[in-house]
T-cell receptor, first 111, second 113 residues
């Protein structure tokens, strides 16, 4: 069974800093990997989707990389803002449309 | 384009009762997946429907069931509710393929007393 781990579980940074969130998975036979953010009590918002054949994806201040062979992905957030405060989740699709989620990293950006 | 909608948003039930949750996917999306989110277990996959057929199923007891209608709307049913079923239930839709982005609804928060 696919297991997804996210480190750190919580992160607090001052506004303006660049930061990296980590995601690792045990089974490298994935279809794709997706990063989400979740605000308290809300649903998930998709940030970036990386297909298994891709190495990275970028959207604005966000950049996600994927290394299938080592079972790792990173989400890089440039010039962090207080509005970036949320829980960030990564999910991998190993079979069909079933996503396996990590436990998330809770990010707080201090003004 | 309207996003994924879920009804109701909040629900309180007592042990032993049953509950039905509804999910309307983004127009044109044919795949609907359901997830349970709890503080202890995180997000866990329940099942996925495509063209009215269950295509994948997670590791949940038979008390959890679902269906999808011809208009792609989906319902999830939980029978004989237990305290541990208290959770945020999320549905997600995508066009048709596991290669595509999943779009999540706001969720239904279920509290079992």
């Amino acid at each position: 069974k696919q297991e997804v781990t996210q480190i750190p579980a919580a992160l607090s940074v001052p506004e303006g800093e660049n930061l990296v969130l980590n995601c690792s998975f045990t089974d490298s036979a994935i279809y794709n990997l997706q990063w989400f953010r979740q605000d308290p009590g809300k649903g998930l918002t998709s940030l970036l989707l990386i297909q298994s054949s891709q190495r990275e994806q970028t959207s604005g201040r966000l950049n996600a990389s994927l290394d299938k062979s080592s079972g790792r992905s990173t989400l890089y957030i440039a010039a962090s803002q207080p509005g970036d405060s949320a829980t960030y989740l990564c999910a991998v699709s190993s079979r069909g449309n079933q996503f396996y989620f990590g436990t998330g990293t809770s990010l707080t950006v201090i003004p | 384009k309207a996003g994924v909608t879920q009804t109701p948003r909040y629900l309180i039930k007592t042990r032993g009762q049953q509950v039905t949750l509804s999910c309307s996917p983004i127009s044109g999306h044919r795949s609907v997946s359901w997830y349970q989110q709890t503080p202890g277990q995180g997000l866990q996959f329940l099942f996925e429907y495509f063209s009215e057929t269950q295509r994948n199923k997670g590791n949940f007891p038979g008390r959890f069931s679902g269906r999808q209608f011809s208009n792609s709307r989906s319902e999830m049913n939980v029978s004989t509710l237990e305290l541990g079923d208290s959770a945020l239930y999320l549905c997600a839709s995508s066009l048709q393929s596991d290669q595509e982005t999943q779009y999540f609804g706001p969720g239904t928060r279920l509290l079992v007393l």
